[in-house]
């Protein structure tokens, strides 16, 4: 991300289930763990975020990967790349620290734009939706593509959008698929801003979208959560 529209990204979202352990979980994502998932060059610019807002229910941690490669042959060259690491005992210091939510490798969709380039990223918007009618599924991903986040671009509130789709059996808790985590499509939006104020922003342009007829009830949210980063370190 950070202007970067990969192919594909590798979503995991996490929480550290022992609260006093949470600068042991923090050095190990950061000095271990996002470097052993780099090392083959399938993931690239690993970054790492914390829950801005938590709420009851959502993840504490959002790990982001970057990929080229096919997504099928990311999807391999991942359950290798960990199977390996779990038998070198790479990943044995998460146990009974931390739990993974969800995760999984998803394609990128829809439109590749940004509104300003180069400005920083101090948070994001992360909303996860499925579209109530199957029969409404391309004129709800031509909305948000083409009506819904320009109305965002143009609110100045976040500058940059990105959307992935998941599958059904793509999305996994530790190795296991997980159904009603995510939906089926992912949205993530970066801000200059701090995410609190620029989700704040937003929620005040919801009359103004309404009032020009830029909303639907087509969508339906599985996940709504805002993210600081904190890897790499600024």
């Avoid at 042959?73 to 620290?97: I, N, Q, T, V, Y």
Wanted: aromatic share 10%.
């Amino acid at each position: 991300m950070d202007g970067r529209f990969p192919n594909a990204v590798l979503l995991a979202f996490v929480n550290c289930i022992d609260s006093s352990r949470i600068d042991e979980f923090d050095r190990f994502c950061d000095e271990v763990h996002l470097p052993d998932l780099q090392q083959s060059g399938m993931l690239t610019n690993a970054q790492r975020f914390v829950n801005a807002d938590l709420q009851p229910g959502q993840p504490q941690y959002l790990n982001v990967y970057e990929t080229d490669f096919d997504v099928a042959e990311a999807r391999k060259a991942f359950a290798e790349l960990r199977a390996s690491l779990l038998a070198a005992g790479r990943m044995d210091a998460m146990k009974g620290m931390a739990e993974s939510v969800a995760w999984g490798i998803f394609p990128s969709i829809g439109s590749k734009s940004t509104a300003t380039a180069r400005k920083p990223v101090r948070g994001l918007l992360v909303n996860s939706q499925d579209c109530k009618d199957p029969a409404n599924e391309a004129a709800f991903s031509d909305w948000y593509s083409n009506v819904h986040i320009p109305d965002i671009f143009a609110s100045g509130f976040f500058h940059s959008a990105y959307r992935y789709e998941s599958e059904p059996g793509t999305v996994f808790a530790m190795a296991d698929p997980v159904a009603g985590v995510l939906g089926k499509y992912i949205n993530i939006y970066e801000t200059d801003l701090d995410p609190i104020e620029a989700s704040n922003g937003i929620r005040g342009e919801r009359a103004k979208w309404e009032a020009t007829g830029h909303t639907n009830d087509m969508g339906e949210i599985k996940l709504r959560a805002l993210f600081r980063p904190v890897y790499p370190k600024s």
